[in-house]
């Protein structure tokens, strides 16, 4: 697929997707949806990609959706619409850009750089990390526009920062700081602006260097999936399980092999193919 809004970049083991539309502060369109979630499916199927970064071009990350259109810019029913219900799917679908970054088995990296307002910042919340630019504003913005928060934000950002905090952003619909997003829990850290993406890398590189690509796509299901679970107990029915098939197999005889020879590991698995046999196990 050729982007019109995004850049596609490969460098070793690290995918950056770049919003592209700087002259516009990178502000969200339909068309740019449905390459995010493109982007994201051909990660999860190129073994080549062991983390993916996303930030934007120029000075802002997204500033929200692109309602050059005028005041009917999120009617799902006019040509052109930006509402992210126009472009919602069934459940179990898909899930349009959401769903591919919640279900990749890659993890991913937010390095916001500017702006991240609306669906600038909701589009963020499946990543796994989230690190801004000292410079940064985020906003969840939507009661300011007579709109709910939307792309499943209700959902995730009470569980990544809680309720109490949610509803104090939700419900003033303001702008924060980068400072403010950081002492929320949104972003885990804030580094200078030119500091941002070689922060990032390291990040991805410390991850992709390090750790198997199937314990990776394994474990960042099982911590969003059991999260907000009312007891332990479905998750060690699957943990003892997967203990189990991984523990008799390759990755973990090089992962102990390559500790007690003080080496870095080179793990065999591949995300792609060598899943155990439970994946997904949400599905069954």
């Known amino acids: 697929m050729r982007y019109e809004t995004l850049l596609y970049d490969l460098d070793g083991p690290v995918l950056t997707v770049t919003l592209n539309r700087p ?3 990178n502000a969200y369109t ?22 993916v970064i996303v930030t934007g071009a120029g000075r802002g990350f997204c500033a929200g959706a692109d309602i050059s259109g005028g005041a009917g810019a999120f009617d799902a029913k006019a040509e052109g619409s930006v509402a992210f219900a126009a472009q919602e799917r069934p459940r179990g679908s898909g899930a349009g850009f959401i769903g591919a970054i919640f279900n990749c088995r890659k993890p991913s ?3 916001i750089n500017g702006a991240a307002v609306g ?32 792309a499943g934000s209700a959902w995730f950002l009470p569980k990544l920062v809680g309720l109490p905090q949610a509803l104090r952003w939700c419900l003033s619909g303001g702008l924060i700081s980068a400072q403010e997003a950081l002492a929320g829990g949104l972003v885990s850290e804030t580094v200078e602006p030119q500091d941002l993406l070689v922060r990032a890398r390291a990040i991805a590189m410390e991850i992709a260097e390090n750790t198997a690509p199937v314990s990776i796509a394994l474990t960042r299901q099982m911590l969003w999936r059991y999260a907000g679970a009312p007891d332990p107990f479905d998750l060690l029915a699957v943990d003892g399980r997967l203990s189990m098939e991984l523990g008799a197999g390759p990755d973990v005889r090089e992962g102990v092999s390559a500790f007690l020879e003080k080496r870095t590991p080179n793990f ?5 193919s060598d899943l155990p046999s439970l994946y997904p196990w949400w599905e069954t």
Do not use: N, Q, Y
Not at 126 to 148: E, H, K, Y
Not at 268 to 272: L, V
């Open 23 to 25: 002259d516009k502060l």
């Open 30 to 51: 339909a068309v740019m949806g449905a390459e995010i979630e493109d982007a994201f499916r051909r990660a999860d199927t190129d073994d080549a990609v062991r983390v």
């Open 109 to 111: 990296i937010a390095a």
């Open 119 to 150: 669906v600038g910042a909701t589009l963020t919340l499946p990543m796994d990390i989230r690190i801004a630019a000292s410079t940064a504003r985020l906003g969840f913005v939507f009661a300011r526009r007579g709109l709910v928060p939307e």
């Open 268 to 272: 065999p698995g591949k995300a792609s």
